[in-house]
C-alpha cells in the first residue's frame, strides 16, 4: 500500500507541475485505515499534510484524490481569499457567537464553508486532470451523482433537522454546480431529478434558496479581492443559517 500511494503521490505532484500549479516543498501524504471519508489535507508548520483513507487507496481514484488535496493547498500558498482562514474563521465565528455554536451546528457551518473552497479547488484540479485524461465527463459525472440525496431527514427533531436538510441542499447543490463549471452534463437529467425529488419533500421557499446557492456556486469567480470574499461568505452563510432555522425546513405532512 504504501508504495502505490507513494508513487501516486510523485505522479499527482508531477502533473500539478506541469499543468503550472505546483505546490513547492513540504507536502507528504499518510494513510488513515479507519478514515470514514476520502481524505483531507491540514497545514501545520510550514508543511501540509495529505490524510487519505484505506478506502481511497483501493477505489482507483487516489490520484485525483491526491490532485483534488493539492489544489487545496495550491489555493492555500498561493493566498486565494476562498483559502483563508482569518476570513473563514471570523466569517464562522460571526455566526457562533449568536447562538448557532452546538457542535452539529459548528460542523455543518465548516462543511457549508468547505463546499466553496471545493469549487475553487476543483477550478484548478479539473485544468490538472483535463491535460491528463485521468477524470473523463462520464466518471465526473458519476462521481458527482453519487453526492445528491433525493430525500430529506425526518428524526422528529425540528430544529437539528432544519440544519441538516439545508446541509442536504448545499450538497446536492454544491455537485450540480460543479458539474455546470466544468461542462459535466447531466445524463439523462439524473442529478437534475434527484435534487427536485429532495426539493419536493420540503414546504415552499426551498427552491428559491436552492437557485440562489446555485447561482451563487456557478458564479464564482477565480479573481476576488481579500474583501469582496469576506462580504460574499458573509451573505452565503447568513442565507444558510436563515434556510436551516426557517419555518419552511420542515418537512411537508
Request: proline share 4%; aromatic share 8%.
Amino acid at each position: 500500500m504504501k508504495r502505490t500511494v507513494n508513487a501516486s503521490f510523485r505522479k499527482a505532484l508531477e502533473m500539478m507541475e506541469k499543468a503550472g500549479y505546483g505546490i513547492g516543498d513540504n507536502v507528504s501524504v499518510v494513510v488513515d485505515p479507519d478514515l470514514p471519508f476520502m481524505g483531507y489535507t491540514f497545514p501545520s508548520g510550514g508543511r501540509h499534510t495529505i490524510v487519505v483513507s484505506g478506502t481511497a487507496v483501493d477505489s482507483g481514484m487516489l490520484e485525483g484524490l491526491l490532485v483534488h488535496e493539492m489544489s487545496h493547498i495550491y489555493r492555500m500558498r498561493s493566498k486565494h481569499p476562498s483559502h483563508d482562514a482569518e476570513i473563514i474563521n471570523e466569517a464562522i465565528g460571526r455566526i457562533a457567537r449568536r447562538g448557532f455554536d452546538r457542535d452539529y451546528q459548528l460542523k455543518i457551518l465548516h462543511d457549508v464553508v468547505n463546499h466553496l473552497e471545493d469549487l475553487y479547488a476543483d477550478d484548478v484540479a479539473f485544468k490538472v486532470l483535463g491535460r491528463s485524461k485521468m477524470f473523463p465527463v462520464e466518471v465526473a459525472g458519476k462521481f458527482f451523482l453519487s453526492w445528491l440525496t433525493p430525500e430529506p431527514v425526518a428524526s422528529g427533531n425540528t430544529k437539528r433537522d432544519g440544519w441538516i436538510n439545508a446541509t442536504i441542499m448545499l450538497r446536492n447543490s454544491f455537485a450540480i454546480s460543479n458539474m455546470a463549471r466544468h461542462g459535466i452534463p447531466d445524463m439523462g437529467d439524473q442529478a437534475k431529478r434527484l435534487n427536485t425529488r429532495f426539493l419536493s419533500g420540503l414546504p415552499g421557499g426551498t427552491s428559491e434558496s436552492s437557485e440562489y446557492f446555485r447561482n451563487l456556486m456557478i458564479g464564482l469567480k477565480e479573481d476576488v479581492a481579500a474583501e469582496e470574499f469576506r462580504k460574499l461568505l458573509a451573505e452565503y452563510l447568513e442565507r444558510f443559517v436563515e434556510l436551516a432555522e426557517g419555518e419552511h425546513h420542515s418537512l411537508k405532512n
